[in-house]
């Protein structure tokens, strides 16, 4: 993140949620939100995406009490367009990197140690003087993979083998960059991977070093497999676990499985994005699974006890009641998804009459005795006098 974006951004107004708001308070404006502009529900959506991602970072910097200490100091110092002249006019003119990187060349006018206590845990910089000769640490890259489960696995939870291939430190060179692995710092950024360009006002921004293409080393001898980048395709397999209730479609996040970091940086994170087959008998709805049961036509009159299968475990037994018509959902409860509380959803069992595409004589008898004695009733009246109305 550079100085301007950290100084100019109002997390605060991202989440909704007041200055002083209580660690219980982000966390539920953040849910809230998330869930409202979450990829998987705005799908296609490039400015819900963007929307959640703005969220995802302020929750990152509020929702951790030393990172939000350090953004409401740094808020405090330049929150407003910077130190205010005074009242004699004018304006000040520095960079905001002598502040962060402690005494000024030659040690006149410096700031002792710099602030980087302040900001080190933001921005990744040093604190104290000659900090800026240090080569800085980088995150590794996120991944993305896919992985198709079984319609059981997704409801009960699975691990499952991934393999995937990412940039990691180039083993011939150990990640330096150098065939000999004497790599020099670069002397336009100074190893910091960063420079600064003038943006008015005073004040100068950061941006990416172009030299040494942000790594803060140049290599004299190019190493010949990752050609002095220090990155070299890598491809691993790891044993993914991926959670119980999964449904089709949903992105996963795997904090630190992704690709590794550079010079100590952190490892990315991994996203897999799930793929669901689907089952011969149960379907899916939310939390709840679903199943088609064909009854009858005597147990859909005079009412029966029928047994009803359920994913993975012992039948359960279910009371029809006399009269049931076809389309009718009764639930059989706790027999469903497992849910992210660990409780499980319920089987949503849905009747239908099956009627038999033959008969013996004896059961063609038997109904035709039934029509007879119930002739003088007709199931479509109503619906002749509701069309009538109409």
Known sequence: MSTKDFVEKDYYKVLGVPKDATEAEIKKAYRKLAREFHPDA?????????RFKEIS??????????????????????????????????????????LFGGTQAGGQGGFGGGLGDVFGGLFNRGAGAGAGTRTQPRRGQDIESEVTLSFTEAVDGATVPLRMSSQAPCKACSGTGDKNGTPRVCPTCVGTGQVSRGSGGGFSLTDPCADCKGRGLIAENPCEV?????????????????????????????????????????AGDLYVVVHVGTHPVFGRKGDNLTVTVPVTIAEAALGAEIKVPTLGGPAVTLK?????????????RGKGAVRKDGTRGDLLVTVEVAVPAELSDKAREALEMYRDATGSEDPRALLFESAKGA
């Open 42 to 50: 705005n799908k296609g959506d490039a400015s819900a995406e963007e």
């Open 57 to 98: 970072e302020a929750n990152d910097i509020l929702g951790d009490a030393k990172k939000r200490k350090e953004y409401d100091e740094a808020r405090a110092l330049f929150g407003n367009g910077g130190f205010r002249a005074g009242p004699g006019g004018g304006s000040f003119n520095f960079d905001l990197g002598d």
């Open 226 to 266: 990752c050609k002095g980048s220090g990155r070299a395709k890598s491809s691993r397999t790891m044993q993914v676990r991926i959670p119980a209730g999964v449904s089709d479609g949903q992105r996963i996040r795997l904090r630190g499985k992704g690709a590794p970091g550079e010079r100590g940086g952190p």
């Open 320 to 332: 029809l009641p006399p009269g049931t018509p076809t389309g009718r959902t009764m639930r059989a």
